[in-house]
């Protein structure tokens, strides 16, 4: 039980992730001012950074592999807090260290521009998605019939979501290619959701309880950074700080009450089973 509840956190904390991107992509491309099209792409890049070692992590975790790749989890998680501190100092003190420019494109008003350090963001968008398949085509055929199915659809959905939010890499180096692939990104959702319904892959309401909080923590995060005095910026820091402790103890409670009823679910199907040997 400890493990699927690891899987849970883990992948509903990547379709968090996922959300923030999406979201911050839809603003940037909608975006009527520069200063509004920055804003928004250091917000998507905090879901971009994050969804990928989120997302292996939750599949070594699926297969039971994270004591063999802890070292490797831990250097993409090290990658991962470098380039969200980057983001943050470009987003906070208008720097320039982790994305360059962010300029017209084609016909999109506003597209972003990476910076030489973006090449660390490269490795995670290309190894880690190919790691993660290899992983899982590895595991197929050793898993039961449960867990393979459970795998198909993972497999699926990753390739509709990698894919498709990965065709942005080529027009932020330069290239006139169009980024078609980001209307792929949805298919992940479906493929997903029929997978928790079909299979119980991941509690639906584990899901929507790390959404809302995560968007409420973001809301409270953005309101922060545009203090205007320091009795604001603090009192606003405190009320975010008061929030992301609520938000902690939400998540957790609705994770303790989704793992009682598992097992009280586990129990009975153990009873039953045994009532009929009777």
Not at 84 to 105: A, S, W, Y
Request: proline share 2%.
């Amino acid at each position: 039980r400890g493990k699927n509840s690891h899987f849970n956190i883990l992948y509903g904390l990547t379709n968090v992730a996922i959300v923030i991107w999406a979201l911050g992509r839809y603003k940037v491309l909608g975006a009527d001012t520069i200063e509004n099209a920055k804003f928004w792409t250091h917000i998507l890049y905090y879901g971009s950074i994050l969804v990928h070692i989120l997302f292996i992590h939750a599949i070594i975790v699926f297969l039971n592999k994270e004591r063999e790749r802890k070292y490797y989890l831990i250097f993409f998680y090290l990658n991962a807090v470098f380039l969200i501190i980057l983001n943050t100092i470009d987003f906070v003190f208008d720097q320039q260290l982790f994305i360059k420019t962010i300029e017209p494109f084609m016909f999109f008003s506003w597209f972003e521009r990476g910076s030489t350090i973006y090449n660390l963001h490269l490795l995670n968008e290309l190894v880690i998605p190919t790691w993660a398949l290899f992983e899982m085509l590895i595991a197929y055929n050793k898993v039961d019939t449960l867990k393979k199915s459970q795998l198909k659809l993972i497999i699926i959905s990753s390739v509709f979501g990698f894919i498709g939010g990965n065709t942005v890499v080529l027009p932020i180096y330069g290239y006139n290619v169009v980024p078609i692939g980001v209307w792929f990104v949805p298919l992940n959702f479906l493929v997903m959701t029929y997978a928790i319904f079909r299979y119980g892959l991941i509690s639906f309401r584990i899901i929507l309880t790390e959404l809302f909080s995560f968007a409420l923590i973001i809301t409270f995060l953005v309101q922060t950074t545009f203090a205007e005095t320091i009795e604001e910026l603090a009192f606003r820091s405190l009320f975010l700080i008061i929030t992301t402790v609520f938000v902690y103890l939400l998540i957790k409670s609705v994770y303790k009450e989704v793992e009682a009823r598992q097992e009280i679910e586990r129990l009975a199907k153990d009873l039953s089973t045994a009532n009929e040997r009777l």
